[in-house]
């Protein structure tokens, strides 16, 4: 029996399979049907879900681990600052762990479409060792997700065939990408602090004692808006493309150059936190002598960028 047109399998066997539990995770190859699949499970049986596909999220904006629901948008999120998994493992799984363990009292997983190859396999498997979920569904055009079912007792997994979707472009993803972000900014407002009043995670931005900016516009040949020296590193912010960093090593005797171009830092993502919890993600757009300017996805009174990584299309 097929009750659902879009489905070819049996949906109602489904909810009933996995109506007592309370994590459950949906793995598939890219264009495979999962968010449909998660909107109707959802949409009989509640709960929350966490969007852990980066780059074509439905919960919250591109870049980042949401969780919420598709009714009333994110409720918290894990900044990663990518549109693509791979290079970012570590802190994919984090997010996830980290919205799991709020414990809602049901809560669906989605997943990012990379499935093919080795470390696809090792970062799959080891997200369902880490989740351990009630219930794994396997969304799969043939048999190419079995290879996942080992990982948990077979009893909790449950194979299901995808259904028949044309594959979106690249630059159809692209395209989507960037119409949640327009839409996602469209409610967002300026925000302008001192380096002083910023804790920023992942960098040694705004970290150490200031130095002259003469020295360093000399070396650099541009102006030089921000600047610090923190043990073996120096990190500087200069409209100068240059890269000069066995001059500025000698010079400061320092061992590592963090050097960022104010055109490089424009429309870099970051994720805007308050007093150590999620509030939106934001991009740089500007940065002058003293102040970073950021336009925040959210109404916060405060912020700071968590990770300087990703870029805005």
Not at 47 to 64: A, K, N
Not at 77 to 85: A, I, R
């Amino acid at each position: 029996m097929n009750d659902h047109p879009g489905f070819p399998f049996d949906l109602t066997r489904v909810l009933g399979e996995i109506e007592d539990s309370t994590r459950i995770m949906i793995l598939g190859g890219m264009d495979t049907g999962k968010t449909t699949l998660i909107r109707t499970l959802h949409d009989r049986l509640g709960g929350l879900v966490i969007d852990g596909d980066l780059g074509q999220s439905e919960i919250g904006p591109p870049g980042l681990i949401s969780l919420g629901t598709y009714e009333n948008g994110i409720e918290d999120g894990y900044f990663v600052g990518s549109f693509n998994p791979r290079g970012n493992l570590v802190q994919v799984m984090t997010g996830i762990a980290k919205l799991v363990n709020r414990d809602p009292e049901r809560c669906f997983i989605d997943t990012d479409g990379w499935i093919d190859g080795e470390a696809a396999r090792v970062y799959k498997g080891e997200l369902i060792s880490l989740v351990d979920p009630d219930s794994l569904l396997l969304l799969q055009r043939e048999d190419e997700l079995e290879k996942f079912s080992t990982y948990l007792s077979g009893d909790r997994v449950i194979s299901l065939t995808a259904q028949k979707l044309d594959e979106k472009t690249r630059g159809e993803r692209s395209a989507n990408r960037i119409r949640k972000f327009k839409f996602y900014f469209s409610r967002s407002r300026r925000i302008k602090k001192g380096w002083k009043e910023l804790k920023i995670a992942g960098t040694f931005l705004g970290r150490g004692e200031k130095i002259s900016p003469a020295q360093l516009e000399k070396s650099l040949r541009g102006e030089v808006t921000a600047r610090w020296k923190y043990g073996n590193t120096l990190t500087v912010i200069s409209t100068s493309q240059s890269d000069s960093r066995s001059v500025l090593k000698k010079k400061f005797r320092v061992k590592r150059i963090e050097h960022h171009s104010t055109t490089d830092l424009k429309y870099r993502l970051v994720g805007c936190y308050r007093d150590g919890s999620f509030v939106g993600e934001g991009t740089i757009t500007k940065t002058c002598r003293g102040s970073p300017t950021a336009r925040c996805g959210e109404e916060s009174a405060g912020f700071c960028p968590a990770v300087n990584r990703g870029y805005f299309p």
